[in-house]
């Protein structure tokens, strides 16, 4: 399962795509100072931004996004997927919004990601949909993954921070997450050694006692 992390271009993050080839890509979304150029060593894939600015309390850069696909046209590696825009927690508007953008963002030939919602089941995920990114709140989320995961060869599920919520994504079946706290205090901090532990192959009952 690969961990993506969100924006973070860190040396870091270069070094542990390095030491475990395929365990770590790139989550990267629009904005100033957000998107950087892809490496060999480090496959990414396209947010659309929308989380974020409903977590910021602010309206969605629509031109931004798109600024954003336009750029990576320009580049020898191209994202393995595109998280098509959608309105967090709101079913019938990301339906809506699907049927708007997939077809415009379909044009630029890289796979299409869905985001489910809370009230969303398997037979809301649009049949063009190449990968079903698992959004919504955390408490819908988490109860409703492994069903996505049992339905579709490839789920992605957003916001995942623990090394237990590692192991939780990877016995559902999940092929990638993102997230951005294991970084924010070093991988010294507990959660940095719970991502380490993580990709070079322990799991928690294999490594007692673990860290918090």
């Known amino acids: ?24 890509g790139w989550l990267q979304g629009p904005g100033k100072n957000c998107l950087k150029e892809p490496r060999e060593w480090l496959p990414y894939a396209l947010d659309n931004g929308k989380f974020m600015a409903f977590q910021d309390g602010r309206q969605w850069d629509e031109s931004s996004f798109f600024k954003m696909l336009d750029r990576c046209q320009l580049w020898k590696f191209k994202p393995i997927w595109t ?10 508007k990301t339906l809506r919004l699907w049927e708007l953008y997939a077809p415009v963002i379909a044009r630029y ?75 924010r205090d070093g991988l010294d901090s507990a959660r940095g050694m719970q991502l380490q ?12 006692p673990m860290l918090p």
């Open 83 to 92: 998280l098509v825009p959608d309105e967090v927690g709101n079913r019938v």
């Open 1 to 24: 399962m690969m961990i993506m992390p969100s924006n973070n271009s860190s040396g870091l993050v270069h070094w542990l795509a390095g030491k475990y080839p395929g365990s770590i």
């Open 109 to 183: 030939g890289w796979p299409l990601a869905f985001a489910v919602q809370d009230g969303m089941t398997v037979q809301d995920v649009p049949e063009n949909a190449d990968v079903v990114f698992i959004g919504g709140t955390t408490e819908w989320k988490w109860k409703h993954a492994a069903t996505f995961c049992a339905a579709f060869p490839r789920v992605h599920i957003g916001r995942v921070n623990t090394g237990d919520r590692l192991e939780s994504a990877e016995a559902m079946g999940a092929e990638s997450v993102d997230g951005t706290g294991f970084f």
């Open 197 to 208: 532990n993580f990709i070079a192959g322990h799991r928690r009952h294999e490594c007692e």
